[in-house]
């Protein structure tokens, strides 16, 4: 049975940090690209950031939104099936809902499978 389950949002001053971590179970972990995408209040779910396949040509190769390159970092651990987002430097703008998401192919909006996400609130 497929789970992705998010955990590590919280609550986070601006210029604080956060590490979220997407724990997956009942698919091959290092066969997908994993993207963290998020979705503000009253936004479009948008791309945050995308970690290519552990067995593809361009192998863990990364790419962000302009928005958070240089503050955030996507990585994953295919032995325990576990991918990270780790947040810099937060500002008010990076709150919102983060998801984690899987997809066969190079990430795009509609990846094949979802977790339900984790909220991110940046205030003081």
């Known amino acids: 049975q497929l789970q992705l389950v998010e955990s590590g949002g919280g609550l986070v001053q601006p210029g604080g940090s956060l590490r979220l971590s997407c724990v997956v179970s009942g698919l091959t972990f290092n066969y997908y690209f994993i993207g963290w995408f998020r979705q503000a209040p009253g936004k479009e779910r948008e791309g945050v950031a995308c970690?290519?396949?552990?067995?593809?040509?361009?192998?863990?190769?990364?790419n962000y939104a302009d928005s958070v390159k240089g503050r955030f970092t996507i990585s994953r651990d295919n032995a325990k099936n576990t991918a990270y987002l780790q947040m810099n430097n937060l500002k008010p703008e990076d709150t919102g809902v983060y998801y984690c998401?899987?997809?066969?192919?190079?990430?795009?909006?509609?990846?094949?499978?979802w977790g339900k996400g984790t909220l991110v609130t940046v205030s003081s």
């Open positions: 970690i290519s396949s552990s067995i593809s040509s361009g192998s863990d190769s990364t």
């Open positions: 998401a899987f997809s066969h192919r190079p990430c795009n909006p509609r990846m094949n499978y």
